[in-house]
């Protein structure tokens, strides 16, 4: 099921709905806004889809993913999630640690609370608390003839989560592997190196017999590892571009990322919208802290402010 994405460069999610014997299992929902709703309703009942008999398996935190579960689950329902993300949805300062990290790295203080406040992640989330099932590797989901086991893929987010069936060679991907466009890998916490994991998840996968590839968004394809190799040299590329970048001298995550090639219909960085700007600013850190980690790159505290420069 093809659920809109109004206003975003993702254009759609996938959403997937599986029919077992006197069940269904649904993978990611889409945002919860009226827009995702109401083509959800229609693809169900086109399906004939069963809420009351409908489990979830949401791949990771997002809204795009995660935001419409609220909206459909049912008493009856499972939702079976990953327990890193869950952290993440459920602490109370997750916004507020948000706006003093992006302070620290050069987002302007002018802009930082309305790029989150028009954040998606804020503005179209699941509602409430939800009773969450969680998984982890290994564990395995039965539905009809199909035996999905759970593979922990990081780096998108802390706790991405894949379905993969063996038998079969299906391999539900989440965001961990899009055909036409690349997952966006954001570092948010000065602990993590989650290109690193990324990278590591990539060569996991690589290793699995897969036929055909569902991903969240775009279309499904084959060929996995080619697309793994394509990724992988696409983070290549972005990090030499962002070492590059320091040859000017020590910046900011946000000065970095206001030079950086971006697949945007935006002539300078001065016309991005604030939201692809955060994300732009998240993405470029990912980097700088992978080269980082690699002893290419060092980071100074300059009055509560991070620089980076080359070694």
Same mark, same amino acid.
């Given at each position: 099921?093809?659920?809109?994405?109004?206003?975003?460069?993702?254009?759609?999610?996938?959403?997937?709905?599986?029919?077992?014997?006197?069940?269904?299992?649904?993978?990611?929902?889409?945002?919860?806004?009226?827009?995702?709703?109401?083509?959800?309703?229609? @693809?169900?009942?086109?399906?004939?889809?069963?809420?009351?008999?409908?489990?979830? =398996?949401?791949?990771?935190?997002?809204?795009?993913?995660?935001?419409?579960? @609220?909206?459909?689950?049912?008493?009856?329902?499972?939702?079976?999630?990953?327990?890193?993300?869950?952290?993440?949805?459920?602490?109370?300062?997750? #916004?507020? !640690?948000?706006?003093?990290?992006?302070?620290?790295?050069?987002?302007?203080? @002018?802009?930082? !609370?309305?790029?989150?406040? !028009?954040?998606?992640?804020?503005?179209?989330?699941?509602?409430?608390?939800?009773? +969450?099932? =969680?998984?982890? *590797?290994?564990?395995?989901?039965?539905?009809?003839?199909?035996?999905?086991?759970? /593979?922990?893929?990081?780096?998108?987010?802390?706790?991405?989560?894949?379905?993969?069936?063996?038998?079969?060679?299906?391999?539900?991907?989440?965001?961990?592997?899009?055909?036409?466009?690349?997952?966006?890998?954001?570092? #948010?916490?000065?602990? +993590?190196?989650?290109? $690193?994991?990324?990278? $590591? @998840?990539?060569?996991?996968?690589?290793?699995?017999?897969?036929?055909?590839? +569902?991903?969240?968004?775009?279309?499904?394809?084959?060929?996995?590892?080619?697309?793994?190799?394509?990724?992988?040299?696409?983070?290549?590329?972005?990090?030499? *571009? /962002? =070492?590059?970048?320091?040859?000017?001298?020590?910046?900011?995550?946000?000065?970095?990322?206001? $030079?950086?090639?971006?697949?945007?219909?935006?002539?300078? #960085?001065?016309?991005?919208?604030?939201?692809?700007? #955060?994300?732009?600013?998240?993405?470029?850190?990912?980097?700088?802290?992978?080269?980082?980690?690699?002893?290419?790159?060092?980071?100074?505290?300059?009055?509560?402010?991070?620089?980076?420069?080359?070694?």
């Amino acid at each position: 099921m093809e659920i809109p994405l109004p206003a975003s460069p993702l254009k759609a999610i996938n959403s997937y709905a599986i029919k077992g014997e006197g069940r269904f299992l649904m993978i990611d929902t889409g945002m919860n806004r009226k827009e995702c709703m109401e083509a959800m309703q229609s @693809s169900l009942r086109e399906l004939k889809v069963d809420l009351q008999r409908t489990d979830f =398996f949401i791949t990771h935190l997002h809204a795009d993913h995660f935001g419409l579960v @609220s909206e459909l689950a049912r008493d009856s329902s499972k939702v079976y999630f990953n327990e890193p993300d869950a952290q993440v949805l459920r602490d109370a300062n997750h #916004w507020e !640690k948000l706006v003093a990290f992006g302070l620290a790295h050069g987002f302007p203080e @002018s802009d930082l !609370k309305a790029a989150l406040m !028009k954040h998606p992640g804020r503005r179209y989330h699941a509602r409430g608390p939800l009773d +969450l099932c =969680f998984l982890k *590797e290994g564990d395995r989901i039965q539905i009809g003839e199909y035996a999905f086991l759970c /593979v922990q893929t990081p780096g998108h987010t802390q706790g991405h989560m894949c379905l993969y069936e063996p038998k079969a060679k299906i391999f539900f991907s989440g965001d961990h592997i899009l055909d036409t466009i690349t997952p966006n890998i954001s570092l #948010w916490s000065d602990n +993590l190196d989650p290109l $690193q994991q990324y990278l $590591q @998840s990539l060569d996991k996968i690589d290793a699995y017999d897969i036929e055909l590839v +569902l991903p969240g968004h775009r279309r499904p394809f084959e060929h996995h590892r080619r697309r793994i190799a394509e990724l992988k040299k696409h983070h290549e590329v972005r990090t030499e *571009e /962002v =070492f590059t970048i320091l040859q000017k001298g020590r910046q900011t995550a946000y000065g970095v990322a206001s $030079q950086m090639t971006w697949d945007i219909d935006c002539e300078m #960085w001065e016309d991005f919208p604030l939201p692809q700007k #955060w994300f732009a600013s998240g993405e470029a850190l990912a980097h700088l802290r992978y080269l980082e980690g690699r002893g290419r790159v060092r980071r100074e505290l300059q009055e509560g402010k991070a620089f980076f420069s080359q070694v």
